[in-house]
């Protein structure tokens, strides 16, 4: 099985880095590289939006909390999928009829530079710290599969040079073309390998009767739950991969249909690793959380083993993959193009491939440091939720003070910083008092500028 396995990994290797050596000549600018000419249509826009939410998290990771807490875990994916059918219907005033390429810009529109400046790099650290998930489920994923063949380390280094290396070459363009295969190997082999452990092992029925499992809030409670659902909402609506990839379709009415249709796609698949965590929990109750979606391939026969298998692999890259090139963008647009003064154009596509090369190196590095998927996501979440914060009062109330939002933004990481540092992330979860302290801030500039409006002769 072993040696079936590493033949389908290799084979599939092959396919993608052949996929992006083809687009390769598709790249030959940084406008091409970045946002693939801005000449995506419906089909790639979707898949995309797809392949974006899911991935390590919403897999590997839906699967290990599923395992532990049951469908309450879904809570945690409920907040993504409101936030894309929000998405869709901000799209207009999110890109704004311009040449949109980051959050940056979306913030620039409304406050300073030194704020906007500040929301990038928040959300460069998200962007780099999913992609970071991504290769760490990468690593579980096959380190299961391969026993005394791969490392945990190992799997990690060759799904990050996997993905990585083919976005170096390809760009934008070669995320798109991926993940039109990433999802087909999804759908087709998580239903098909889901389905017969659902089906084959009875599983689903026993893990009713526990106390938990099938419960709507489960042992998280309704708190923690909808904690989970909002932070993730904060967290999709101006995610940087959805703005990079509604900034690459041919029209704006065809990156919103693309992001409604990657939604809808992405529902039933998430849905079918969290039953598949609940029957890795009936079948295997004492294997490390983590690696109750890979473990199912134990009790699947090889011709189903070999599709499963690649549809627990591909979701990394289909993620991992709209998130490396948005914080690709994010990096060359906002910092280091401006910073260096690059005007030439084949010089600026030459950086931008080493930054994506960059990125994908430091993300590995950080992966040694992940311990529970789903939990610290939603931790550093919090810092795009600062950043929907301060974009929505300046939506809703035009001409609030820059130095309002900024504080806010900073007090961000200060609250966030002092939660891990006394430990009250255990009790509250970050958000909330992040929460309080932005609406006090911004607030005060709301009121401010009211005050300011009724001096005016």
């Not at 030194?114 to 710290?129: D, E, H, N, R």
């Not at 939720?385 to 929505?392: D, K, R």
């Not at 939660?419 to 309080?436: D, E, N």
């Amino acid at each position: 099985m072993k040696g079936l396995y590493l033949f389908s990994i290799f084979g599939y290797i092959c396919v993608l880095w052949l996929t992006g050596i083809y687009v390769t000549r598709k790249s030959s600018s940084t406008e091409a590289y970045l946002v693939a000419s801005r000449s995506l249509s419906v089909p790639f826009l979707s898949v995309l939006i797809a392949g974006t939410w899911i991935g390590g998290v919403s897999i590997v990771g839906m699967a290990q909390g599923s395992y532990i807490h049951g469908v309450s875990a879904l809570w945690f994916q409920a907040g993504i999928w409101i936030a894309m059918c929000a998405t869709s219907v901000l799209l207009s005033r999110i890109l704004q009829g311009k040449k949109t390429y980051s959050i940056l810009d979306v913030v620039g529109g409304l406050y300073d530079k030194k704020t906007a400046k500040l929301a990038g790099i928040l959300q460069l650290v998200f962007s780099i710290w999913i992609v970071t998930m991504q290769i760490v489920g990468g690593g579980a994923i096959l380190t299961v599969i391969l026993q005394g063949q791969l490392s945990f380390r190992e799997g990690m280094i060759l799904t990050a040079i996997v993905f990585t290396l083919y976005n170096v070459m390809g760009g934008f363009v070669a995320t798109a073309y991926t993940n039109l295969i990433h999802i087909g190997a999804i759908i087709f082999g998580i239903f098909l390998g889901g389905l017969y452990v659902v089906f084959n092992t009875g599983a689903l029925s026993q893990m009713a009767s526990q106390a938990h499992y099938f419960s709507p809030f489960g042992d998280l409670g309704i708190v923690q739950a909808l904690s989970w659902a909002y932070i993730n909402f904060t967290l999709g609506v101006l995610a940087q991969p959805v703005i990079n990839t509604a900034s690459s379709a041919k029209t704006p009415e065809e990156g919103r249909k693309g992001i409604l249709i990657g939604n809808f796609i992405s529902i039933p698949v998430v849905v079918m690793a969290a039953l598949c965590g609940i029957v890795a929990k009936y079948v295997f109750p004492d294997i490390p959380s983590i690696s109750a979606l890979p473990a199912l391939l134990n009790i699947v026969p090889p011709f189903i083993a070999v599709f499963f298998l690649l549809s627990m692999w591909a979701p990394l890259m289909s993620s991992g993959s709209p998130f490396l090139m948005g914080a690709t963008t994010l990096a060359i647009k906002g910092y280091i193009a401006p910073a260096l003064n690059i005007t030439n154009d084949r010089v600026l596509l030459l950086v931008s491939r080493l930054t994506t090369l960059l990125i994908g190196a430091v993300s590995l590095l950080l992966g040694f440091f992940v311990k529970e998927i789903l939990r610290e996501v939603t931790w550093i979440a919090v810092l795009l939720s600062a950043i929907v914060y301060i974009v929505f009062i300046g939506w809703a109330w035009k001409q609030v003070h820059s130095l309002y939002a900024f504080l806010s933004l900073l007090g961000t990481i200060a609250i966030l910083i002092l939660s891990f540092a006394f430990g009250s992330y255990k009790v509250l979860h970050p958000v909330w008092p992040v929460t309080l302290y932005i609406f006090i801030i911004m607030g005060i500039g709301v009121l401010t500028r009211d005050q300011g409006k009724g001096q005016e002769p």
